[in-house]
Structure formats: C-alpha cells, structure tokens
C-alpha cells in the first residue's frame, strides 16, 4: 500500500479510462495514473453517441464543454433515433425518451476525437504515460500492492488495476483467457466528412437516421463541428470459413465503390450520401461473452467500459456505459476509502466489490440482448425475409430506453442499502 494515498493504475486512455482518471483525480487521497500503448492520445473509430445517462455523467466530471453544440449534434426532432424503410425511406419507428429529459441531456452524436479531447483537457499530463503496451501484473505480498509490467520493461507498483483497454483487453484476457472476442459476422464501413457534402440532401442535417432492409442497415447523422458520418456494412455468417471479410482488421481503409455496391437498390437518399463519401474504412465488429465477477486478481483488479462488457457498440450504448462504469468505480473508491480512512487490501476488495453490485447487473443484462441480436442475425443471413416481416421486425425491435436513461446515482445508492444493509457507517450517500 501507498504511504500516503491510495495508488490506482488505468490501462487504456479510451472513454472509459479518461472518464475514471477525471474522476479519481479529485480525490485528494489518491494517486491515480494513466498508461497508454500508443505513442499519444489518438481516437481510432468515426462517430460516438452518449444517451442521456453519458450526457449526465460528462457534466458530473465537469465535462460540460463536450455538452455545447459546439461539439454535440442532437436531432432536432428530439427523438433519440428515427427509423427508416429501406427502399420507401417512409419513416416506420422511432425511439422516445420514457421521462423529462432536459435538452442538453438528450442523445448527442460526437466525432470521437473532439469527445476524447474534451476528457483529455481535464487530466493533469503529468499522470498519462504513453508508449505502455500492458504485459501482466503479479501480487507483490511483502508490500501488500501489485507490480504492474509493461512490453517495453517498465514496471510500476500500484494498490489497484483498472482495465479499461477496450473490447480487446489485454488485462482482461490475462486474467480470462477465453475471453478474447469474437466476430459477429458484421463489418461496418464507417467514414466522417464535412456536412456541407451533404447539405443538398433535405432533412440530412437535421436528423440522425437508422435505415433498416432484410440484409443490411444504414445510419447517417450529423456531428459537431460541422462534420458528417454515414455508416454501412456487411453481415455475414461467422462460422463460414469462406465468410467475406473474415480478416478485415479494425480502422482498416475500405472501398466507397464496394459500399455503393452493397446499397445499390436502396432509396436514392441514402445512394446521394454514399456518393457524398470521399472515402471509408472498414471496422469488424466483435463481441465477448460476461464474465462471472469484474474483481480479479486477488480483489485488487477490475475493469470498465468494453473491456468489462464487450457488447460490440449496439444500441449505440458503449460511451455512456463506459462513461457510467468510470463514475461509479470513482465512487465505490471514494465511498469505502474516504480520506480518513486507512486503505487495506480487505477495503480495496470492498470498493470493487460495490462498483461490481452497482454495474454489473445492468450491462449483464445489456449483453444478454445484444447476443440474442447478434444470434438472429447470423440466422437470417442468406435468408430471404419479405417486406412485412421486415415491418414488422422494426416495429417489434427493443427499446433501448432503460440502457440511455439508466440512473447511475440511484443504482449505487441501492447496491450500498444491499450490501451495507442500512447499518454500516459508510452507508452513507
């Protein structure tokens, strides 16, 4: 243990791990500390969409620039997300907020770099290292910590892991190895570009839209900043050793004249932004089974964001629950080891123990859906699916609500009345 404060390494400076560096920074009795593999802070990935509960979470942090207009685009309908028939572009569904959801906490779409910039201006840069690929970590019992070691030979001694090092967790695959995810058949092609490509396109810049046919969906929306994205792609059977784009590797440069090609009989609104795009590039879609505990390593290790619960981005959910993971990890932390209090191995175990019976059940829940999803798609793929059984898919979709209006407050408050049962003196909120 530390001599003076509570020690805490994160592995990954994504949105999980910035997130959990701002929020721990605060805490006058810890020390925590950023490492990152990359030789700077670099965004990988096009556009990035926090619901309400992100929203919220980034003005608890004092992130409230990245909820300006500035850099968040928000529909102007309201409405969180409209659905679209393929080949008609007749408006078939959308998604509605199930409470009073004030306008800057309405779903928001980012360029991911101007998000991970906005977090990143709010870490002191003395506590983010680059260059630190993770190796492994072993408990060092003669000081009651961990040794924390890196590719490159570094080793650091910390009190408590975080792994927030995405969907492809190192931390998490060393300490499960059967972890490692897999493709679900999907391949989105992703692109960003400048709004004015499409500003001849009515309604392109007013609205985020999700078009749905019997093979494919398309998504299109406005950014901050002025930017545009549009996301396509293939789906295909995982299990098929002859599948297209088995090996396409993430961020990898892709064809615009392949992507026309997939949507050649669709709509002409979403054929003209497909013509707008100068460019894009390819990213494989991949997903991970729970785990049984987030406390690893002798209670002393535990994770957020994809790293924790690797749904693969559906529901456009992953920045908000990683977002929400960090919060309540700074939290638990903060809520068993205030200042006055001595931190201990026992306590350690404790605090992750309470962010584990915070989040847990809820992304549990997320990812139980999200493989039932992933499961039917495989199973129509090569199917033929008639236009009312499309309808009627779109209409009978999940409601994504409960994921983008979670409470993350009230969800730490009941798993402290839980595990504290009213009586313990850091029951207290």
Known sequence: MGENKLRITIIGSGIAGLCSAIALQKQPNVDVQLFERAPKLQEVGASIALGPNGMRTLERLGVVEALDDSLAFRNKSGYPMIYRHWKTNEVISVDEHHSAVETRYQTARFYRVHLQQALASHIDPARLHFNK???????????????????????????????????????????????????????????????????????????????????????????????????????????????AYRHATWNSPGDVEVLKGFYRDW??????????????????????????????????VTLAGDSA???????????????????????????????????????????????????????????????????????????????EELRARMMGRSDPFWIHEHDVDAAFAQAVAQIYDGDDDRARL
Do not use: C
């Open 267 to 300: 709509n002409s609104v979403v054929k003209a932004m497909i013509d707008a795009a100068p460019d894009v590039r390819q990213y494989p879609n991949t997903f991970a089974a729970g785990l049984a505990s987030w406390v690893l390593g002798d209670g002393r």
């Open 309 to 387: 619960h690797a749904h693969g981005g559906a529901f456009a959910a992953g920045g908000s629950l990683a977002a929400d993971d960090a919060y309540a990890f700074a939290r638990a932390v903060a809520h068993v080891m205030p200042p006055e209090v001595s931190p201990s191995g026992a306590r350690i175990e404790e605090a992750l123990k309470l962010y584990e019976a915070t989040r847990k059940a809820h992304t549990d829940r997320v990812l139980a859906i999200v493989h039932q999803g992933n499961k039917k798609m495989v199973e129509r793929v090569g199917k033929t699916e008639t236009d």
């Open 133 to 243: 690929t993770f190796a492994s970590v072993d408990s060092v019992p003669e000081t009651d910590s961990l040794l924390v070691a890196y590719t490159d030979g570094t080793k650091v001694e910390t009190d408590i892991l975080l792994g927030a090092d995405g969907i492809r967790s190192a931390v998490r695959q060393h300490f499960v190895p059967t972890s490692a995810p897999k493709w679900t058949g999907w391949v989105a092609f992703r692109t960003v570009f400048d709004a004015s490509r499409v500003a001849h396109i009515p309604g392109a810049l007013d609205e985020a839209y999700h078009w749905w046919g019997p093979d494919r969906t398309f998504f299109s929306s406005r950014l901050g900043a002025d930017l545009f994205t549009i996301v396509g792609g293939y789906h295909g059977d995982p299990h098929a050793e002859d599948a």
